[in-house]
């Protein structure tokens, strides 16, 4: 059994920094990419950031040079540092991994933290 565990959101003035956290635990064989969505209500869930086992990274168009995606692959951990926070990042954050385990790989979800920010 797999888990995602998101942790780290809560409120923030316009402005402000958060940072989340994602640790995968299981029966772990190793995990590849690792990413983060949102979706705030009303909206569809879009890319936020993603990372490769590697370190290359990609980020959606309105976060770049704001949040920054790291990972520690030796406790299997993504990261999200989110700076110059805006209204407009307000959302639930789902973070992401594509995981092997000894039965195949798939795709896994955290279960979601709230990030509001205020103006």
């Known amino acids: 059994q797999v888990q995602l565990v998101e942790s780290g959101g809560g409120l923030v003035q316009a402005g402000g920094s958060l940072r989340l956290s994602c640790a995968a635990s299981?029966?772990?064989?190793?995990?590849?990419?690792m990413g983060w969505y949102r979706q705030a209500p009303g909206k569809q869930r879009e890319l936020v950031a993603i990372?490769?086992?590697?370190?290359?990274?990609s980020y959606g168009d309105s976060v770049k040079g704001r949040f920054t995606i790291s990972r520690d692959n030796a406790k299997n951990t993504v990261y999200l540092q989110m700076n110059s926070l805006k209204p407009e990042d307000t959302a639930v954050y789902y973070c992401?991994?594509?995981?092997?385990?000894?039965?195949?790989?798939?795709?896994?979800w955290g279960q979601g933290t709230q990030v509001t920010v205020s103006s």
């Open positions: 992401n991994a594509d995981i092997f385990t000894y039965g195949g790989t798939e795709a896994y």
């Open positions: 299981g029966n772990i064989f190793r995990v590849s990419h």
């Open positions: 990372i490769a086992r590697g370190g290359s990274t």
